[in-house]
């Protein structure tokens, strides 16, 4: 079986549930999506995904965009609004802890962590929740899913639901916005990157340049309001691992 369920937890909604995840194919699955495929249905292939794997709540995440506030990130979900806004200090610590090399060997591999014990729940949801890494052209995802109590989701179907939802997301906008603030970065934007990531101050930029200090650091916010990101070394960070530096 695709799915198992623990032993003691065997209720009759979950053997449905079990049941009628098992059913569904990876032919039947590839053809729903195939059928909902487009810009504007990136919740209703989401729907299809979380379960084919069995999971009850979805949530797709732009980790470029993990901040300690606002809800930026988030790109398309239907957990409840209240353990989104939770969780988004919890991925925030998660995220900044590691490194370059873990994320990158974390691409398509369940990673399982446990929601704290502070947040409320769906009825029957378990604390414990699933994320999936994957990358769309330079744009990280991680796709967060929740189960019920008592069921363990399928490695097989999760790495299908890995790869899929990366091909679904391209075919969504949300993926443009990073793309365009990639490529929109003027060349006098560029220079004062380069130079900050020199460690270069303001006025030392403004030496080099030519130009006023008060217009360096105009360049300079906005390069981070077009990569997203709110501090200096944010923005060095974005330009290293985009090889604008």
Request: proline share 2%.
């Amino acid at each position: 079986m695709d799915m198992q369920i623990l032993q003691g937890s065997k209720s009759d909604k979950d053997a449905r549930l079990a049941a009628s995840v098992n059913a569904m194919s990876r032919d039947q699955l590839i053809q729903q999506l195939s059928a909902i495929a487009g810009p504007a249905y990136l919740q209703s292939g989401l729907r299809v995904l979380t379960g084919y794997v069995g999971a009850s709540h979805y949530l797709l995440a732009r980790c470029d965009l993990i901040q300690e506030s606002g809800l930026d990130f988030v790109v398309s979900s239907d957990w409840p609004f209240d353990l989104v806004r939770r969780l988004a200090s919890e991925l925030t610590s998660g995220y900044g802890r590691t490194g370059e090399l873990e994320k990158c060997m974390s691409l398509f591999q369940p990673n399982f962590a446990l929601l704290p014990d502070d947040v409320e729940l769906p009825e029957g949801v378990s604390r414990q929740y699933c994320s999936l890494t994957f990358n769309v052209g330079r744009t990280r995802f991680s796709l967060m899913l929740l189960a019920r109590d008592g069921l363990l989701l399928s490695p097989e179907r999760l790495r299908d639901v890995g790869l899929l939802s990366g091909y679904f997301a391209s075919f969504t906008r949300c993926v443009e916005g990073k793309s365009e603030r990639d490529f929109d970065l003027t060349e006098r934007e560029l220079e004062c990157l380069f130079w900050i990531a020199e460690g270069k101050t303001s006025d030392e930029i403004a030496m080099i340049l030519g130009i006023s200090r008060n217009t360096i650091n105009n360049y300079i916010t906005s390069v981070m309001r077009k990569t997203a990101t709110k501090t200096r070394s944010e923005a060095i960070a974005f330009a290293v691992r985009n090889n604008l530096v």
